[in-house]
């Protein structure tokens, strides 16, 4: 056989890595994730029957005697927020720990750039991972919904793909600062405990935005997680609100999740490059 | 601060000839590991550490004045009506104790046995397991007093401490951690990987979202009731309300009575297993 | 009749008074730091440890050599008075660990395999902490460890981070630690693996120096120059067993010859070359990657073959190891 040089030779050498890296990427993160798949399944099901009990049943009671809602049951109130809480919860935690690993304890980033991946790839690669994880999590979280008859509307089953953005959008900016991290100092335990519990508290999830003082209501606008449990709440049982604050509950997530994507792709790329 | 400030003289310990039993797993030099732990805190992340206190204290403020507004007032075990924040601040106090117990007695014991290999350093020395095991559960405890004290002086401000009782929150905290912390230890001595601590958190979920936390227990069937009073998360949560609601009964005496059967248990439970592990 | 016996670690003297009263005998008798016998540690049906005796006397230096799994490190942990024997005996400064366990630790220095070293706290906390382990008042810490920072030269880096330390002067370190308690036995599971060669020169420097001052070593290893060079006496230790023991010296006389032609033909040829030095020397080894010739002559061998047309890539005359006698006794190599 003639030797190919130059061009020509690595045209030769790397069609498929080109192409697919992304996918190669993806691939090997879910066979990483495969290795705790059962706890993931275990929280999956679990959790999704243990909040809607606690808290659309147990704690409903109260709310619901006390008409709190004005009509509206706390069940079907609080179920849109907790499925979209749980993509979140998923998400963030698949953009920081096997990020974090890639490039500090365990530098498997290092190993498939010196394979023909490119950082865009890799990027790519642990976000469709992501999604791969989000997309049975949420189903799941949905068919409880519907044994504990949460979702009135029939379009409720949009429930999936808002909380899917939603997660994505919380994920992706997460992993845009994760993947700065040069030391782990317990940076995945900060963002959690003092950005993911509080915008899960505040966001409107187990009450309405509108109960807190003005001055705190900023933290409901900022969260994607409000933005994705309002959205859900107008599929699920037509929660009512202006129309433009509906398109804007698309279209901040949405504009997360494509800044989020770029920044990580850009940040990735330099530190492999360096 | 230096070394030296850190810890309490002490005089050399000579030793004593001692014949098996528990004499080979303890020393009576627990004071060395706590001095130990005093003096690595200052490498710890201290916003990692604050945090700690922080997350009751969000809890409280969404959901006791939050989610309050749509509850009104609630009826403690005694028939007491008060209002929502007051009822679950106890509660998220007795569930910190708990979660912070859980945390330093599997989370952080798993590492330092597994990974870090430091108590295979201290127990090369004439330290015992059981000198390792109580000064590392007297660290949790006096992290758990420094919380509870903290989330305490956040509910005073917030006027959610209805009796003078409530100053007892603290060693009532304090005998809840030791509790679920002895426990812990032993369980997390039968652990080979960190996906099985994280197997923990799914005996703490249900406990905390079902233990009279949010909401009173006469929701359920009796049933289900009997079932959450086996649990030990709900004597804690009663008996921290009880004292901070300042609606005293004889039954507080049964949560006490619960958790000493608890810590006894553990630390023998504990004991064996230290002996089986490290000994072997 | 009067009769004194007193034992300690170091030995044992007994003062007699017979007869008349006129005649006084004294007789000393050195008393072994550790004595093992048919000491085994079987987890379930597998022997880790299958029946070994050794003794360790006073002021020796004693190796444990043997490949990786031989056993060693199970043999130091029941040592070290934290693992518990299945069957035989143990005493280890006349005590015995089922019983005495703190009290035998209180006087032993133990050297792990892999560090262990206090992440969170800095180079000389390490070593305060470690005293305070034993009881220690804080004073004498502090004394000793700046005592100990010198020895190990680290004096410069008491204030750094472990974690900022090399591997050599991590393992100073770990040496200097097991030292605080002033122990009467230092126990050293394979003192210099994974370092590089200068690092491993100044270590065993300073385990030298240790041994100038009396103190008792056992350590296992499985480099045979680290045996040669700090072993007064040594047990090759291969699956639980003892297979020989002497000094090192000893065992290559008694063990292998005194030169070795190491001749390299390529892979592939080796076997089939070794066939044609049938007779050469004492004894003739094939290796995968090169064919071992032992023989009290080497160079008027090498020439013989040379001369014969045999023509090897590489060869070289080196005197006999511990290594060969490694080979002689268990048919494999110490380092697989």
């Given at each position: 056989m003639t030797a190919l040089v130059g061009p020509a030779a690595a045209n030769f050498a790397a069609p498929k890595p080109r192409r697919y890296g992304s996918w190669y990427v993806a691939e090997h993160r879910i066979r990483g994730i495969r290795s705790y798949y059962k706890t993931l399944l275990f929280t999956a099901i679990g959790s999704p029957f243990m909040y809607l009990f606690a808290l659309g049943v147990g704690l409903a009671t109260l709310v619901d005697k006390n008409n709190g809602l004005g009509g509206t049951s706390y069940l079907v109130f609080v179920a849109p927020a907790l499925i979209v809480s749980a993509a979140v919860t998923a998400a963030v935690q698949e953009c920081t720990y096997p990020i974090l690993t890639g490039f500090t304890w365990n530098p498997i980033f290092l190993g498939m750039n010196a394979a023909p991946l490119s950082g865009n790839q890799?990027?790519?690669?642990?976000?469709?991972?992501?999604?791969?994880?989000?997309?049975?999590?949420?189903?799941?979280?949905?068919?409880?919904?519907?044994?504990?008859?949460?979702?009135?509307?029939?379009?409720?089953?949009?429930?999936?793909?808002?909380?899917?953005?939603?997660?994505?959008?919380?994920?992706?900016?997460?992993?845009?600062?994760?993947?700065?991290?040069?030391?782990?100092?317990?940076?995945?335990?900060?963002?959690?405990?003092?950005?993911?519990?509080?915008?899960?508290?505040?966001?409107?999830?187990?009450?309405?935005?509108?109960?807190?003082?003005?001055?705190?209501?900023?933290?409901?606008?900022?969260?994607?997680?409000?933005?994705?449990?309002?959205?859900?709440?107008?599929?699920?049982?037509?929660?009512?609100?202006?129309?433009?604050?509906?398109?804007?509950?698309?279209?901040?997530?949405?504009?997360l999740c494509i800044f989020g994507w770029r920044r990580t792709q850009i940040v990735v790329t330099r530190r492999l490059n360096k | 601060m230096t070394a030296t400030e850190t810890f309490a003289p002490t005089r050399p310990t000579r030793p004593t000839p001692r014949t098996g039993g528990i004499r080979a797993l303890y020393a009576g030099n627990s004071r060395a590991v706590i001095g130990r732990g005093l003096l690595a805190t200052r490498s710890s992340n201290w916003l990692i550490v604050v945090s700690g206190f922080f997350e009751p204290v969000f809890y409280l403020l969404s959901l006791g004045i939050g989610l309050g507004a749509l509850v009104g007032s609630v009826s403690t075990t005694t028939g007491q009506p008060v209002s929502y924040a007051a009822f679950i601040a106890p509660a998220?106090?007795?569930?910190?104790?708990?979660?912070?117990?859980?945390?330093?007695?599997?989370?952080?014991?798993?590492?330092?046995?597994?990974?870090?290999?430091?108590?295979?350093?201290?127990?090369?020395?004439?330290?015992?397991?059981?000198?390792?095991?109580?000064?590392?559960?007297?660290?949790?405890?006096?992290?758990?007093?420094?919380?509870?004290?903290?989330?305490?002086?956040?509910?005073?401000?917030?006027?959610?401490?209805?009796?003078?009782?409530?100053?007892?929150?603290?060693?009532?905290?304090?005998?809840?951690?030791?509790?679920?912390?002895?426990?812990?230890?032993?369980?997390?001595?039968?652990?080979?990987?960190?996906?099985?601590?994280?197997?923990?958190?799914?005996?703490?979920?249900?406990?905390?979202?079902?233990?009279?936390?949010?909401?009173?227990?006469?929701?359920?069937?009796?049933?289900?009731?009997?079932?959450?009073?086996?649990?030990?998360?709900?004597?804690?949560?009663?008996?921290?309300?009880?004292?901070?609601?300042?609606?005293?009964?004889?039954?507080?005496?049964?949560?006490?009575?619960?958790?000493?059967?608890?810590?006894?248990?553990?630390?023998?439970?504990?004991?064996?297993?230290?002996?089986?592990?490290?000994?072997? | 009749m009067l009769s004194i016996d007193r034992r300690t670690p170091q030995g044992a003297w007994e003062l007699r008074a017979l007869g008349q009263g006129e005649l006084l005998v004294c007789i000393i008798v050195p008393q072994p730091v550790i004595a093992a016998s048919l000491l085994t540690k079987k987890y379930k049906e597998f022997a880790a440890v299958d029946g070994i005796s050794f003794e360790v006397e006073p002021g020796e230096s004693f190796g444990l050599l043997g490949p990786n799994g031989a056993g060693k490190s199970t043999t130091m942990r029941m040592v070290g008075a934290v693992s518990t024997r299945t069957s035989g005996s143990l005493s280890i400064l006349g005590l015995d660990p089922n019983d005495h366990g703190p009290e035998?630790?209180?006087?032993?220095?133990?050297?792990?395999?892999?560090?262990?070293?206090?992440?969170?706290?800095?180079?000389?906390?390490?070593?305060?902490?470690?005293?305070?382990?034993?009881?220690?008042?804080?004073?004498?810490?502090?004394?000793?460890?700046?005592?100990?920072?010198?020895?190990?030269?680290?004096?410069?880096?008491?204030?750094?981070?472990?974690?900022?330390?090399?591997?050599?002067?991590?393992?100073?370190?770990?040496?200097?630690?097991?030292?605080?308690?002033?122990?009467?036995?230092?126990?050293?599971?394979?003192?210099?693996?994974?370092?590089?060669?200068?690092?491993?020169?100044?270590?065993w420097d300073r385990l030298f120096r240790l041994k100038e001052q009396g103190t008792t070593l056992l350590l296992t290893t499985h480099y045979m120059d680290e045996a040669e060079q700090l072993c007064d006496r040594l047990v090759v230790v291969d699956k639980g067993a003892i297979m020989a023991e002497g000094a090192p010296a000893d065992l290559i006389r008694s063990y292998s010859t005194r030169e070795v032609v190491e001749l390299r033909f390529g892979s592939e040829l080796n076997a089939s070359v070794a066939e044609q030095l049938v007779g050469i020397g004492d004894r003739v080894e094939v290796l995968p990657d090169r064919i071992l010739i032992y023989t009290d002559d080497g160079d008027g061998d090498l020439g013989w073959i040379v001369a014969k047309g045999l023509t090897p890539i590489t060869s070289l005359v080196r005197r006999s190891s511990l290594e060969d006698v490694f080979l002689r006794l268990t048919g494999r190599s110490l380092i697989e």
């Open positions: 890799i990027t790519n690669g642990i976000f469709i991972a992501v999604l791969a994880r989000l997309l049975p999590t949420t189903l799941i979280y949905y068919l409880v919904m519907l044994t504990f008859s949460a979702v009135p509307s029939p379009l409720g089953v949009l429930d999936i793909p808002i909380a899917i953005l939603t997660g994505m959008s919380f994920g992706l900016v997460v992993a845009s600062y994760i993947s700065t991290v040069e030391k782990d100092v317990g940076q995945p335990a900060f963002i959690q405990r003092f950005i993911v519990i509080p915008l899960f508290l505040f966001s409107g999830t187990f009450f309405p935005l509108a109960q807190m003082p003005i001055y705190l209501q900023w933290i409901g606008w900022i969260s994607p997680l409000w933005h994705g449990t309002q959205l859900s709440r107008v599929v699920s049982y037509g929660a009512v609100e202006p129309g433009w604050l509906t398109l804007v509950h698309v279209l901040y997530p949405l504009g | 998220l106090l007795a569930v910190s104790a708990m979660n912070g117990a859980i945390y330093d007695s599997t989370w952080n014991v798993f590492f330092k046995m597994q990974y870090s290999k430091l108590y295979e350093g201290m127990l090369a020395t004439s330290l015992g397991p059981l000198d390792v095991a109580l000064g590392e559960i007297f660290l949790a405890l006096l992290r758990g007093a420094v919380y509870a004290t903290g989330f305490l002086i956040v509910m005073q401000v917030l006027g959610l401490n209805l009796s003078w009782t409530a100053v007892l929150a603290i060693p009532a905290v304090l005998l809840i951690a030791f509790g679920f912390a002895s426990l812990g230890m032993a369980i997390t001595s039968y652990m080979k990987s960190f996906q099985q601590v994280d197997w923990v958190n799914f005996v703490l979920l249900p406990m905390f979202l079902f233990s009279a936390t949010f909401y009173p227990l006469s929701v359920y069937p009796q049933g289900i009731q009997f079932v959450i009073q086996a649990l030990p998360l709900w004597h804690g949560v009663e008996l921290v309300r009880g004292l901070t609601t300042g609606a005293l009964s004889i039954a507080m005496l049964g949560h006490v009575l619960y958790f000493v059967v608890m810590i006894v248990g553990g630390l023998i439970f504990t004991t064996r297993r230290l002996r089986a592990l490290f000994l072997d | 035998i630790r209180a006087q032993l220095g133990v050297v792990p395999q892999q560090d262990n070293l206090d992440m969170d706290l800095r180079v000389r906390d390490n070593l305060i902490v470690y005293g305070r382990y034993f009881g220690m008042s804080l004073s004498s810490c502090a004394a000793k460890a700046e005592e100990l920072l010198e020895f190990a030269q680290l004096a410069d880096r008491k204030k750094s981070k472990v974690g900022d330390l090399s591997g050599g002067m991590k393992r100073r370190l770990t040496i200097a630690r097991s030292l605080m308690n002033d122990p009467k036995v230092l126990l050293l599971d394979e003192p210099t693996t994974g370092l590089d060669p200068q690092a491993r020169h100044i270590l």
